[in-house]
């Protein structure tokens, strides 16, 4: 269960094989939602498209990998420099809507599913916002369908603008330029357990693993 990250070469060794390649398996099931004749499970349940999980899980990628990138400052500014140092070359929407990608995708999708919808505060038109998934949907774009005003992510898309700046841009600094530092950023996050309520409950799982471990050995 538990991964050691020793060196540069096991973050981009992790990153490729699991922050990445986590996503693509994710693409591999969109693959067959879209080839499925009737988009249900072998006993009948409803399947979607996956469009807003991939692009949340491709923005919870950007999160990490621009963590381990620049270290200091909130996550968002984290995302965003990373956006503008590594995607923006491939993009420079990346740059121009940084901001607008992070709240309104990230926020949105990761915490309530749906990217937000973006509203002036002086009550003028935003804009629509929505998540596409197949490869010839628009990125970063217009809706062509919407009337109104629209931003769309492609998360297909996005995943293989994530892969490229990773193979030619973020692996090259972290396996020559990136301190130690980044070995340790790039290490899961510590929860330090405070207060009554998680130390009762840290107390349960450990008890859990004394009652499986005994009835293993009975």
Same mark, same amino acid.
């Given at each position: 269960?538990?991964?050691?990250?020793?060196?540069?070469?096991?973050?981009?060794?992790?990153?490729? +094989?699991?922050?990445?390649?986590?996503? /693509?398996?994710?693409?591999?099931?969109?693959? +067959?939602?879209?080839?499925?004749?009737? $988009?249900? #499970?072998?006993? *009948?349940?409803?399947?979607?498209?996956?469009?807003?999980?991939?692009?949340?899980?491709?923005?919870?990628?950007? %999160?990490?990998?621009? $963590?381990?990138?620049?270290?200091?400052?909130?996550? %968002?500014?984290?995302?965003?420099?990373?956006?503008? $140092?590594?995607?923006?070359?491939?993009?420079? /929407?990346?740059?121009?809507? *940084? &901001? &607008?990608?992070?709240?309104?995708?990230?926020? *949105?999708?990761?915490?309530?599913?749906?990217?937000?919808?973006?509203?002036? +505060?002086? *009550?003028?038109?935003?804009?629509?916002?929505?998540?596409?998934?197949?490869?010839?949907?628009? $990125?970063?774009?217009?809706?062509?369908?919407?009337? %109104?005003?629209?931003?769309?992510?492609?998360?297909?898309?996005?995943?293989?603008? &994530?892969?490229?700046?990773?193979?030619?841009?973020?692996?090259?600094?972290?396996? #020559?330029?990136? =301190?130690?530092?980044?070995? %340790?950023?790039?290490?899961?996050?510590?929860?330090?357990?405070?207060?009554?309520?998680? /130390?009762?409950?840290?107390?349960?799982?450990? /008890?859990?693993?004394?009652?499986?471990? =005994?009835?293993?050995?009975?």
């Amino acid at each position: 269960m538990s991964i050691q990250l020793s060196s540069v070469q096991d973050v981009a060794d992790w990153i490729d +094989a699991c922050v990445l390649g986590d996503l /693509r398996t994710l693409v591999h099931g969109i693959d +067959a939602y879209y080839v499925s004749p009737d $988009h249900r #499970t072998a006993d *009948g349940r409803p399947t979607g498209a996956g469009n807003f999980l991939l692009v949340a899980g491709c923005c919870s990628a950007i %999160e990490y990998l621009g $963590h381990v990138y620049a270290g200091k400052g909130s996550d %968002e500014a984290k995302a965003i420099a990373f956006m503008s $140092h590594f995607l923006a070359p491939i993009n420079d /929407r990346y740059r121009e809507a *940084g &901001l &607008l990608i992070w709240q309104c995708f990230r926020q *949105g999708t990761v915490h309530r599913s749906w990217p937000k919808l973006v509203v002036c +505060a002086d *009550g003028s038109a935003g804009v629509l916002t929505g998540a596409a998934g197949e490869a010839g949907d628009p $990125h970063l774009s217009p809706s062509p369908d919407a009337t %109104e005003d629209s931003f769309v992510i492609n998360g297909r898309q996005l995943l293989s603008d &994530l892969t490229r700046a990773f193979e030619t841009s973020f692996r090259p600094w972290l396996l #020559t330029e990136a =301190s130690e530092d980044a070995v %340790e950023r790039a290490k899961p996050q510590v929860l330090r357990v405070t207060g009554d309520t998680l /130390r009762l409950q840290l107390e349960a799982v450990k /008890r859990w693993n004394t009652d499986s471990r =005994s009835s293993s050995c009975s």
